[in-house]
């Protein structure tokens, strides 16, 4: 590795979801391992657990499984990330559990991932996770799909068994929202199609999963033509350098910023222009989405937490009746009516649940109108009203300024991730 | 059209300035866990960057273990006068004159564990509703399954099994009185992306982290810095090697690597082609499986 090309490397978050034997422990294992990510130490741990446990092979699931309760029951219960890099990128894995809880930890995993991988058993084919586990990565808008067809040691390589488990999930994936959608023929546990092209498939002539992960275009996931600044905290030196000195300071969720250029400020409707933007290494001439940075104003507005700073032509709705489709994560069901707390960017407010349109069977994709109890893992389609506007873009606009989630007041507790259509 | 990309330190650097920030902005009185190693020194460098050109608005807490390699507390110390952070040290000789903690025994013997009972005295007697630490997700399992904001109960302790989930960058740091929070802005940096990242931001480190003459001895096959507070058996002896250290913990469970990396990037090269962990020179995770979880749950960060 250069020094050069290691300080130049971008960022590629994805989440992998499969169901149970599928082989996604052995394809992350492989990626790892063949990317040489798996450490001296953490391979003789999991040998000697995997033998301790009487297994034969080497159990690479035991790489993942973190909690001691996961170990001894041999689930995943939860998300584990895991981190790897090449010469080219580096990448965090999201890697959520297929059985347990599976549409709350998929959510989670897939929250900010900019690709997923769906692993399908060549054997099988499109099953019933495999419609769920693609309906929510659309859902979640994760702008690439990877469809790994795996096990195709056990189909001999055959080109027609390929081709036709390809067509169902292209039939099936068409009605789903996601821009690009990839197909990749892959043996994880011989290594066929993961790091290494495979001699067994010559009439595959697609890139290798690492390849595709390596190259594929992530520069346009973000958001850079509509400007929004959400204020996460002000800052006030008050020191005699900076006497006078207030910043904004904030996360851009949107759209390209430069000094000099016209802002309005939300909820106050103020115009102002940009004076600077600053950082402890300098002043930036430009600053986009996802950066960290700080603003100041030409003009002396009051402008606090939750407050966003956007182009006047090109605004957010501001609202406090909010559509979205609601994922529930909690034990306690979702109440119809019920108050919750509610975060959106860096704004808190409350809100009541005002109407449960109908619930989404995952598997089918059907729309179910007669059972509107919300419990667990379940998606539906609700209807807000908010103590105060929140300034929104849709979510398959903005997955910053289009996200929200709700709390309980009473438990605190995180219980529902939104997405507003 | 231009294209708008980050690499990715500054999108991991950026991410974690946002959750510094989230932290100012949710809490009432948050603090800086700092223990003098190059993961909170990176921490607090992302603080200063999050706050430019206010200071980094909460104190830095160390819980000081008396084990110390003495770079470590010189390095701390100059590094709070230079920035005017403040600092607060938690004390575990204190706790063990206190009678709140009780030393361990024998050759082995270390005070690592007796950091959770000071480090939860620390939060309570300066009423911290939140504590940042540089703990990363890369570094043990059980940290592989940690949220950015970590709920913790009354009595600090974590319920893995019962985490909230993290969905977005939407952190919810809401609590009943009594609880509070860890915090960890560095959860998805590497070491690698961190030593990338101190070379690339030009960081100061103690020296120690660097090659240099050590006097020591080797047990269990990890090799051990000389102190006065490490009893050594009467087979052991003690040798001079060049060495330097992966982590900074106690020195009594820390240790050190055959390494003649005397830059930053002889170490990135180093990391680059090291085939272990940097936890497998800490002698503290080598008690058990699940040795981190489990003081995790007590209340360690």
Known sequence: MSQEGYLDMELLRFSTAGSVDDGKSTLIGRLLYDSKSIFQDQMEAIEEASKRKGEENVNLALLTDGLRSEREQGITIDVAYRYFATPKRKFIIADTPGHIQYTRNMVTGSSTANLAIILVDARNGVVEQTKRHSFIASLLQIPHIVYCINKMDLVDYKEETYNKVRAELEAFSSKLDTKDVR????????????????SKMDWYGGPTLMYLLETIHIGSDHNHVDRRFPIQHVIRPQTKEHHDYRGYAGRIAGGVFKPGD???????GFSSKIKSIDTLDGQLEEAFAPMSVTMTLEDDIDISRGDMLVRETNAPEATQDIDIMLCWMNKKSLVPNGKYAVKHTSKDVRCIVKEIQYKVDVNTLHRVEDNKQINMNDIARVKLRTTAPLFIDKYNRNR?????ILIDEATNETVGAGMII | MQSYNLSHLKELEAESIYVIREVAAQFEKPALLFSGGKDSIVCFHLARKAFFPANVPFPLVHVDTGHNFQETIEFRDKMVEKYGATLIVGSVQQSIDEGKSIEEKGFNASRNGLQTATLLE????????????????DEEKARAKERFFSHRDDFGQWDPKNQRPEIWNIFNGKKNFGETFRIFPISNWTEMDIWQYILQEKIELPSIYFAHQREVFTRDEVIYGKTNFMKMKPEETTEMKQVRFRTIGDASCTGAVESSADSLEKIIEEVAATRTTERGTRADDKRSEAAMEDRKKQGYF
């Open chain 1, 183 to 198: 197909f990749i023929p892959l043996s994880a546990l011989a290594g066929d199609n993961v790091v290494d092209r495979s």
């Open chain 1, 262 to 268: 016209d802002v309005m400020v939300l909820p106050s």
């Open chain 1, 400 to 404: 910053m300024t289009g996200s929200l």
């Open chain 2, 122 to 137: 620390t939060i309570e007697s300066n009423k911290f509703d939140a504590c940042m630490g540089g703990a990363r997700r």
